[in-house]
């Protein structure tokens, strides 16, 4: 066996993506092969969560992820978190904060605040900085995004808005 | 490179009997780091994502057998209330990304002396199941470690599960670093006690080629216990003890320099540690 097809499903659509290397990452396939450019390459060991994605509903580190282990999941990226037509309010709470510096971690860390915000309605600063522990910010703007996230809770908590994956 | 993804266990054991050199794959947060970094080319990666058996967590008369691919994140979510100590130490692994990923398992494959796992299991007693299509085993944690990255598997061999007795005392760890996340421990220490078994147990992290535990500050500790019969009318323990205790501790660690840490340091933070650890292990059962 060499070189392998993979059938998955991606942001709500069905994907088949073939001659995929047996050692390859999840990552790999959504940026280079199909054009997902959310989910950053940054460190490709976990370290920087700058490639987080849901994989079946759990946030994870889509660079420590071999292509063949998604077969048959159901991955969501960034760019599934919004619609057609607007951003989702966490996205919309990174902009207006100006927690976005040079947007390399954004990606992953509102991948990160929206898996948080599904489990806590209004988190405390603390619960933040540990379930955002796994993502850096080389330009260390953390207060805007401390911001920002509580600004998102706040959206959500006054919309009423269920955030499901 | 072959991608093996067998669907069963006994499918998985015949997979690793026929490809025995197939590096076991699960949460990948060891083994896809050397793959993306060209560290290592595998003529095989055997995914045991989708054996069901493994990520099953039975318990037994008073023990819990967990599946070698349950997640840290299940261990913390699951297990808390009857594995603390390990929880305690899934608690400091990586980030919610990593934990949802890394499991024990894959902890005890890669065996690394800084594995967080290790402690607890150690001061638990645990026992590591193995298997292949030759029969299982089960190995006691402190012969499961060989050497630095080195564990006692056979190439045909596979983790199965851990089988770890439920906490029937309290249970402490102890983990130093740079931050309180994503940090590889420069060391750390499991502490626990066991009044129904009148045993105390230890685990020390990254301050040895393995990790291993502080057999004569258990005896030690066992001994002045018993001597005065605190399990029963459990007193504040002398400071002398509690220092000896640490001392012991710090002194069956073998650490070395590295880029984590000085030697000195190390054994200086497992002193620390371990009069930390068993403070607040022996309030607990104080209280109780």
Same mark, same amino acid.
């Given at each position: ?53 849901? +994989? %079946? ?6 660079? +420590? ?15 599934? &978190?919004? %619609?057609?037509?607007? +951003? ?6 990174? &902009? ?35 379930? &955002? ?12 995004? &401390? ?19 | 490179?072959?991608?093996? !993804? ?17 590096? =076991? ?16 080319? /595998? ?6 994502? @989708? ?45 919610? !990304? ?21 402690? /607890? ?18 190995? =006691? ?23 770890? @007795? ?5 249970? !402490? ?24 078994? @009148? ?13 291993? @535990? ?31 205790? #640490? ?15 000085? #030697? ?25």
């Amino acid at each position: 066996m060499s070189a392998m097809r993979i059938g998955c499903t991606i942001n709500g659509r069905r994907e088949e993506i073939h001659d995929v290397w047996e050692g390859e990452s999840l990552l790999f396939v959504l940026r280079e092969r199909l054009g997902l450019r959310g989910a950053k390459n940054a460190c490709e060991q976990g370290e920087c969560g700058s490639c987080t994605v849901y +994989l %079946d509903g759990l946030p994870v580190c889509a660079c +420590l992820v071999a292509a063949g282990q998604a077969e048959g999941r159901t991955v969501v990226t960034v760019e599934g &978190l919004s %619609d057609e037509v607007s +951003l989702h309010p966490v996205q919309q709470a990174f &902009l207006e904060a100006g927690a976005v510096q040079c947007g390399f971690c954004t990606p992953g860390l509102i991948v990160a605040t929206h898996d948080l915000l599904s489990h806590a309605v209004r988190p405390s600063d603390a619960e933040i900085r540990e379930r &955002l522990a796994g993502n850096l910010c080389r330009c260390t703007g953390y207060e805007k995004i &401390l911001v920002a996230v509580r600004r998102a809770a706040d959206a959500l908590a006054g919309a009423g808005v269920p955030i499901d994956t | 490179m072959e991608f093996l !993804q067998p669907r069963t266990w006994p499918e998985a054991l015949a997979a690793k009997a026929e490809h025995p050199t197939a590096v =076991p794959l699960v949460g990948g947060t060891d083994v896809m780091v050397e793959l993306n970094f060209d560290r290592r080319r /595998p003529d095989a990666l055997l995914d045991l994502g @989708r054996v069901s058996e493994l990520a099953e967590v039975e318990r037994e008369d008073g023990f819990v057998r967990v599946g070698a691919s349950v997640t840290y994140a299940r261990i913390i979510s699951e297990l808390a209330g009857e594995l603390p100590g390990l929880a305690l130490a899934s608690r400091t692994v990586g980030s919610p !990304q990593i934990r949802h990923r890394g499991t024990v398992g894959g902890n005890l494959g890669s065996a690394s002396p800084a594995g967080d796992a290790h402690p /607890p299991l150690l001061a638990g007693d645990a026992v590591v199941e193995v298997a292949s299509v030759r029969g299982s085993r089960r190995i =006691p944690i402190d012969e499961f470690f060989t050497g630095v990255k080195r564990n006692a598997l056979e190439p045909d061999e596979l983790i199965a599960a851990f089988v770890t @007795r439920v906490a029937r005392g309290p249970q !402490q760890f102890c983990k130093v670093g740079t931050r309180n996340a994503m940090v590889i421990a420069v060391t750390s220490l499991a502490v626990g006690l066991d009044p129904v078994g @009148r045993r105390v147990g230890t685990g020390i992290g990254s301050a040895a080629p393995t990790p291993r @535990r502080a057999v004569e500050a258990e005896a030690f500790l066992e001994a002045e216990i018993d001597s005065h019969g605190l399990w029963d009318r459990p007193e504040p323990l002398d400071d002398a003890v509690v220092a000896r205790f #640490a001392g012991l501790v710090a002194g069956a660690a073998s650490p070395i320099d590295d880029v984590r840490g000085t #030697a000195a340091y190390r054994r200086h933070a497992l002193d620390v540690m371990a009069t930390r650890a068993l403070h607040w292990a022996w309030d607990d059962y104080r209280r109780t």
